[in-house]
């Protein structure tokens, strides 16, 4: 018999109300025996990470035609992906990126593994990421839970349990559900209906498959659901940025150590970021406090950066970083909280030239 929620209802839906991704087979297609690529489904995975579709999309394109296969994106130039990665946040995610992409040829001839244990032995891929590729890529029946998969559990069930305590229960419910037929096509079905039908703010229950079995929308709760813990505040970290153009227009940048936060992406010069950072000028100039700060947050703390700008002479001889032409700079280049003082700083070399 058809369960009023089971996976069916909701594959009808989908079937119907599939959204149309860049790196999706959409359910016609894989019906009519279409296959996904399954790096085209790693790479759109790793980038939604923490991201959004919106944002995700422009990357995803840019990146599969400059590297339509896995194969040539594991022969790209480190500093050429890192770039092209920027604005997209959590770098070291990038390097786990050319990491896989780097194993998946030297390892396994080019193709990806097709089980989730095969899948989770290479770098950069954790459980989640194993079995959404698993589930979509291959059509393994893996229980696939990320945050619109949870969202809709908890309402489906009306797990009151706040998040993350929630986790094991909500994970239990999704295993239940999760089909033997159509298991890939399945798992984008509750994502999709996360994100389209069954909304952070306001779900829409009224169009929703789901409806008739839905035990938060019964209760009047749908909304509520998932209930959180109180997060806890972030601390805030300062710091000092320095943004130094020489005379024929070259910038004083430096590259990131490898570990750390932004590892390996371009930035300006600049001190810890501290709750008390001292001053650290990468070389003798006439600094300017612009007073300007730019403000960014990260997964566990705020930051601030102060903001100082000089003009320096052709012979400046910094202790760190080093030049770059006009032409070797592209600011997108740049993570976005270095993009922010980029921004500030050339604010601030108008007005002083004005
Ligand atoms: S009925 Fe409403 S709350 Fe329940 S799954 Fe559907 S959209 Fe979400």
Redesign the pocket.
């Known amino acids: 018999m058809r369960e009023v929620a089971g996976p069916q209802a909701l594959l009808d839906w989908y079937d119907n109300h599939a959204r149309a991704l860049p790196w999706r087979v959409g359910p016609r297609d894989r019906a009519a025996g279409l296959r996904p690529d399954p790096y085209r489904v790693w790479l759109s995975e790793v980038m939604l990470q923490q991201t959004t579709v919106a944002a995700v999309r422009g990357y995803f394109e840019r990146f599969t035609a400059l590297w339509p296969t896995v194969a040539d994106l594991a022969a790209a130039e480190d500093a050429q992906v890192m770039g092209e990665w920027a604005g997209l946040g959590y770098y070291a995610r990038a390097r786990n990126l050319l990491k896989c992409a780097r194993a998946v040829v030297a390892d396994h001839g080019g193709c990806f593994p097709d089980t989730r244990d095969g899948l989770m032995a290479l770098p950069g891929i954790g459980p989640y990421t194993a079995a959404a590729i698993a589930a979509i890529a291959f059509d393994r029946a893996e229980v696939v839970v990320d945050g619109n998969v949870e969202r809709?559990m908890a309402?489906?069930r009306d797990i009151r349990t706040p998040l993350p305590a929630a986790k094991p229960e909500i994970r239990e419910a999704a295993t239940r559900l999760t089909p033997d037929a159509r298991p890939g096509d399945y798992a984008q079905a509750v994502m999709d209906?996360g994100a389209t039908?069954?909304t952070p703010r306001s779900?829409?229950?009224g169009i929703?498959p789901?409806?008739g079995g839905?035990a938060?929308?019964k209760a009047g709760v749908?909304a509520d659901l998932p209930a959180k813990a109180p997060r806890k505040a972030k601390p805030l970290r300062l710091g000092h940025a320095y943004v130094a153009r020489r005379s024929d227009g070259a910038w004083l940048l430096e590259r990131r150590a490898e570990s750390g936060l932004l590892g390996g992406m371009l930035g300006w010069p600049g001190s810890d970021w501290t709750e008390t950072p001292e001053p650290a000028p990468p070389l003798d100039a006439a600094w300017h406090d612009t007073g300007a700060e730019a403000r960014h947050t990260f997964t566990h703390f705020h930051l601030r950066l102060r903001v100082h700008v000089a003009e320096v002479a052709p012979d400046a001889a910094p202790a760190r970083g080093q030049f770059l032409s006009p032409a070797a700079f592209r600011p997108s280049d740049l993570p976005t909280v270095m993009r922010k003082v980029f921004d500030l700083a050339r604010g601030a070399f108008d007005t002083e030239g004005q």
């Open positions: 809709v309402r489906l209906l039908v069954c779900p829409a229950c929703c789901w409806m839905c938060a929308r749908a």
